[in-house]
């Protein structure tokens, strides 16, 4: 079997960024894309050689970016915060003082003049070849020279340099002992060591033990379960300028009926000690995605999965299949969340999990097709059945346009993570009745089939703001 093709190593961390929202392609990718220049100005100069940075936004960073927070994100990563650990809550009092002093903190360390209305520039009539969500970033010398980069958000958090040949280096490949790049070629892994998260298990255990591969992953799914509960349990408006209301706390304490708990956990296992009947447990999973997607609207903590704005997703299946799918341990957990990471790194490879390239299929749908899969397997479902609820859930999102009402990923962003949650979970009841030898799709002409249809459709339908809902509504609400 061959094993040394040079193929695309990405991890279930690499799948998996704990950030801050709203979107992965335009707050985190750009955040870390500031953190990244002023580290290789570092290594190009001293601080005290710089006297001026700029920043300039193309595409669709700049059409959007204000809505998606990208100019929040470029001013703190330039400042060295860092987007795992800052605390959130004073994000807002950190880009005041920027603004109004007209001065910020480079790398955490030198203090420069920085003018938000002159050196923060988006270029609205301007893209850059390789991909929409383009950036530029200059730091001024003393000397009368310039330190110059260009970085391409490019979905989920991760971020290329102009230089990077088709979006890779050398240090993004590995020899893993079973690498994969089509869902073909993961299928036939199973049939040598099982489920697929056995599989992805194999892959991680080369880069590190065991132990800390369920560690991490097990602290990923914390981090979602407390997003779930902070959103469920937190009243008001989003921000932004829409007025849109927060539903997910509303919907819970209906639902909850003044049950009793401390921590999100004890939330969880009352809800799962709970009598549910099927139209109760479907706005339980609804609660769930609404609940991850207003934390995120909100600039909340969040896990990209793939991305923020599609972040709901996967958390509201797992928190669905943990209530109301008998006893769950935290090693079902750990391999629904392994299984959720390679059918997203399959479309990332094969297609893309960028809306600014796809538009929200490769987002919401994607995020759609990476549940249903792990939810089949973890429901007893094959490998081959798994791919096949993959492969509906994302069937059944191909074409979705990114037409983000104000540039906000608040209407239609946050309901479209409940469809997409409910499509998942029904694409997994499909497939676990069906014989995947029969099916008249695979998943990898589904991705194929994605990829063909971002690249037909209409570049004013990715998260340019530009058509859909984004034109279609009263002109007062979008003056964001």
């Not at 204000?66 to 650990?85: I, S």
């Not at 199973?190 to 097990?218: C, F, P, Y």
């Not at 997607?293 to 958390?315: D, K, L, R």
Request: proline share 3%.
């Amino acid at each position: 079997m061959e094993r040394t093709r040079k193929i695309e190593k990405i991890s279930v961390f690499d799948m998996f960024k704990i950030g801050v929202g709203p979107s992965s392609s335009h707050t985190m990718g750009p955040w870390r894309a500031s953190q990244r220049f002023c580290q290789e100005c570092l290594q190009q100069t001293t601080l005290d050689q710089i006297e001026k940075v700029q920043v300039f936004l193309y595409g669709s960073l700049a059409k959007t970016g204000k809505g998606h927070g990208t100019d929040v994100a470029v001013l703190l990563g330039l400042c060295g915060e860092d987007p795992v650990t800052i605390d959130t809550s004073l994000i807002d009092a950190k880009i005041a003082h920027i603004k109004q002093n007209k001065r910020l903190l480079l790398a955490g360390k030198l203090d420069i003049a920085f003018d938000y209305d002159a050196d923060l520039m988006f270029m609205m009539r301007e893209s850059l070849p390789y991909h929409p969500n383009g950036m530029t970033c200059l730091a001024y010398l003393k000397d009368g020279s310039k330190i110059s980069e260009t970085y391409f958000s490019i979905g989920g958090g991760f971020v290329v340099k102009e230089q990077d040949e088709a979006g890779g280096t050398e240090a993004n490949f590995a020899p893993l002992p079973y690498p994969i790049e089509t869902a073909e070629e993961l299928l036939r892994y199973t049939q040598e060591l099982g489920n697929i998260s056995d599989v992805v298990m194999a892959n991680e255990k080369h880069w590190r033990s065991a132990g800390e591969v369920k560690a991490g992953v097990l602290n990923i799914w914390h981090v979602m379960r407390d997003c779930i509960y902070r959103g469920a349990h937190t009243e008001g408006h989003l921000p932004g300028g829409l007025n849109v209301q927060r539903r997910a706390s509303k919907l819970n304490k209906k639902l909850m009926e003044n049950a009793e708990y401390n921590s999100a956990e004890e939330w969880l296992a009352c809800i799962k000690g709970s009598q549910c009947n099927f139209q109760k447990i479907l706005k339980w999973v609804s609660c769930f995605a609404l609940a991850v997607n207003e934390e995120n609207a909100a600039f909340g903590s969040v896990v990209t999965a793939p991305t923020n704005g599609a972040a709901g997703v996967v958390p509201a299946v797992l928190a669905y299949y943990a209530c109301f799918c008998g006893k769950v341990t935290d090693d079902d957990i750990i391999r629904f969340l392994l299984t959720v990471s390679e059918i997203g790194s399959i479309f990332k490879k094969g297609a893309t999990i960028s809306a600014a390239m796809g538009g929200c299929q490769a987002e919401i749908g994607v995020s759609s097709a990476m549940a249903a899969a792990a939810l089949t397997e973890r429901l007893g479902g094959t490998a081959g059945q798994a791919q096949m609820a993959a492969e509906i859930a994302m069937e059944h999102h191909l074409g979705m346009t990114c037409d983000p009402i104000g540039g906000l990923v608040q209407i239609p962003c946050i309901e479209r993570n409940t469809m997409g949650a409910i499509k998942a979970i029904t694409a997994a009841n499909i497939a676990l009745e069906g014989d995947y030898t029969t099916a008249k799709v695979s998943l990898d002409a589904v991705v194929r089939t994605m990829w063909q249809t971002a690249i037909d459709m209409n570049s004013k339908y990715k998260e340019t703001a530009e058509a859909g809902l984004a034109t279609n509504i009263p002109i007062n609400l979008a003056e964001c």
